[in-house]
Every structure is written in C-alpha cells, then in structure tokens.
C-alpha cells in the first residue's frame, strides 16, 4: 500500500545554542528534503520543528498513510501522550511549570489532531546506522553549523537514501545504551586531570571547582573499578 514516509532530526550546538532542523518527506514517486536554521535555540525544539514542518509538507499531499519516523522521545509523547495533560491543565507539566515550546506544539497538534488518525509513529535509534534517520541528522547538522548542503527534491527512484531500511548497527546502539545507563548511574567519584595532576573527588562540586575555567579532562566514576580505569586513562596525557 502507498504511503508518506517521514524521517525527522534536529540539532543545537550547545544546547541552547545555534541549531538546525532537517526532514525528509517521501512517497511512492517522489522525495523533498527540508532544513532550516535557529541562531539561539534547544535540541528540542529543533526536533519539534523538524516533525512539524514535515506533517505541514505531507499534508498536502493526496491523501494517504503517514509513517514518521523520528528518534525524538520528547516528539512522539508530546504528541501521543502528554499533550491531554497539557490542554487539562492550561498548558501546564505535572509539576506546575509552563510547557516548553508552546508556541510551536499549539499550531502543531492543531495540525497532528486533524490528521492524527493516517499518522503512524516509529521511534528509531539515532546514530545507530539508519539511513534515513543519518541524513536527517546531516540535513539538521549542516544547518546548525551554517553549512547548508544541497537538498534534494526529485523522484524517489534516483533518491539516493535508502528510506526502507531500518536495521541497524546493533554494536552502535548497545554503545548508546551503555552510555545512558553510566549517565545515570550514582557517582562513586569524578576524576580530573589538570596540567597532568590526576586526582579524585567525592562530589562534583569539588570537581568542578578544580576544572573550571582550565584545560582540563574529568569524567564520572561510578565504581572503584570505574575510576581506576579513568585514571589510568587520565595518565596518559601528562
């Protein structure tokens, strides 16, 4: 069966900083890339406006099945889940705060609910090898970065993007989740190094007030073992 299908990426230098989104819209004949730039913005936000400026694209299309697939957590619930919070609460989070990105979510799921029923979400893994889901991230990259790359609007027959393919590279993802997993592991310590000195601290308050403002090299502990190794490691550039 025919169907729009939608790769989607966004990209902030520094996190608020200088940011680009890129999508990819393709049906059975053709394919249109998109990209554009924020000179002061968040990685979600570029995400959010990647997804909308897609489903604006798709939904001038003749009518068919919508696949989008994005690596953004943040994208798919707002749009599957937390937006009924939302709107109950007077576009407020659980927590009281106001919603980030209002501005765009609002015209956005006005959009989404009128479409909402062609719409299927997939969550990839980014960085993990998918086709679609790289050039996405190249589209939002080189526009983060002010390096606009020509971008392609032509048939899907001479597209050269494999769009289907969604295997990925399995060494790569378990890489990414070994990485999530030490991010949010308790600390045993942090490490620094600074002019070649290695040493240890039980918080991160003492570590950041060796580092800051140095050339300096630090990472989390999160075992003795774990720091050993980070010490070792540290040594080498004395």
Same mark, same amino acid.
């Given at each position: 069966?025919?169907?729009?299908?939608?790769?989607?990426?966004?990209?902030?230098?520094?996190?608020?900083?200088?940011?680009?989104?890129?999508?990819?819209?393709?049906?059975?004949?053709?394919?249109?890339?998109?990209?554009?730039?924020?000179?002061? =913005?968040?990685?979600?936000?570029?995400?959010?406006?990647?997804?909308?400026?897609?489903?604006?694209?798709?939904?001038?299309?003749?009518?068919?099945?919508?696949?989008?697939?994005?690596?953004?957590?943040?994208?798919?619930?707002?749009?599957?889940?937390?937006?009924?919070?939302?709107?109950?609460?007077?576009?407020?989070?659980?927590?009281?705060?106001?919603?980030?990105?209002?501005?765009?979510?609002?015209?956005?799921?006005?959009?989404?609910?009128?479409?909402?029923?062609?719409? =299927?979400?997939?969550?990839?893994?980014?960085?993990?090898?998918?086709?679609?889901? /790289?050039?996405?991230?190249?589209?939002?990259?080189?526009?983060?970065?002010?390096?606009?790359?020509?971008?392609?609007?032509?048939?899907?027959?001479?597209?050269?993007?494999?769009? /289907?393919?969604?295997?990925?590279? /399995?060494?790569?993802?378990?890489?990414?989740?070994?990485?999530?997993?030490?991010?949010?592991?308790?600390?045993?310590?942090?490490?620094?190094?600074?002019?070649?000195?290695?040493?240890?601290?039980?918080?991160?308050?003492?570590?950041?007030?060796?580092?800051?403002?140095?050339?300096?090299?630090?990472?989390?502990?999160?075992?003795?073992?774990?720091?050993?190794?980070?010490?070792?490691?540290?040594?080498?550039?004395?």
């Amino acid at each position: 069966m025919s169907r729009i299908l939608i790769y989607t990426d966004g990209s902030s230098r520094g996190n608020p900083g200088p940011g680009g989104w890129g999508s990819i819209v393709a049906d059975s004949e053709a394919v249109h890339e998109m990209g554009g730039f924020e000179a002061h =913005t968040t990685n979600n936000r570029m995400e959010l406006l990647a997804v909308c400026e897609a489903l604006t694209y798709a939904a001038t299309l003749p009518e068919q099945p919508i696949v989008v697939r994005s690596d953004s957590a943040y994208v798919i619930n707002g749009a599957t889940k937390w937006s009924y919070g939302w709107h109950k609460r007077g576009w407020k989070t659980l927590d009281g705060k106001d919603v980030s990105n209002r501005e765009l979510w609002e015209p956005f799921l006005a959009l989404y609910k009128s479409i909402a029923r062609r719409v =299927t979400w997939e969550n990839v893994g980014g960085h993990i090898n998918i086709p679609g889901n /790289e050039r996405a991230d190249t589209i939002a990259t080189s526009f983060a970065l002010k390096e606009p790359l020509e971008l392609y609007h032509g048939s899907r027959a001479a597209y050269g993007v494999d769009l /289907e393919t969604v295997a990925h590279d /399995e060494e790569k993802k378990q890489q990414k989740s070994a990485s999530r997993t030490h991010a949010k592991a308790k600390a045993y310590s942090y490490v620094s190094a600074v002019d070649g000195v290695v040493m240890t601290h039980k918080t991160w308050d003492e570590c950041k007030r060796r580092v800051e403002g140095k050339k300096a090299r630090y990472k989390k502990s999160i075992s003795p073992e774990d720091e050993a190794v980070i010490k070792q490691e540290f040594s080498y550039f004395k």
